[in-house]
């Protein structure tokens, strides 16, 4: 993830099917720190499936913080 500053715009979502692709429910526009926060308190079913964009990448939620 290219982005990383804590302030950075970013989307946090949720794909139904996971990276196989499904429909997208968006949970969170807004800063990067909070949008971890968030993804963070969900359920590890829901987790699997979350993904965070920034203007220039998408990384999946778990990539991320396991990486």
Do not use: C, K, W
Not at 52 to 59: E, L, Y
């Amino acid at each position: 993830m290219r982005t990383t500053f804590h302030d950075a715009s970013v989307r946090l979502y949720h794909l139904s099917d996971g990276p196989e692709g499904g429909a997208a429910d968006t949970l969170f526009y807004g800063p990067l720190q909070r949008a971890l926060e968030l993804a963070a308190a969900q359920p590890e079913a829901v987790q699997e499936g979350l993904f965070i964009a920034t203007d220039n990448d998408v990384v999946a939620y778990l990539d991320l913080v396991e990486g």
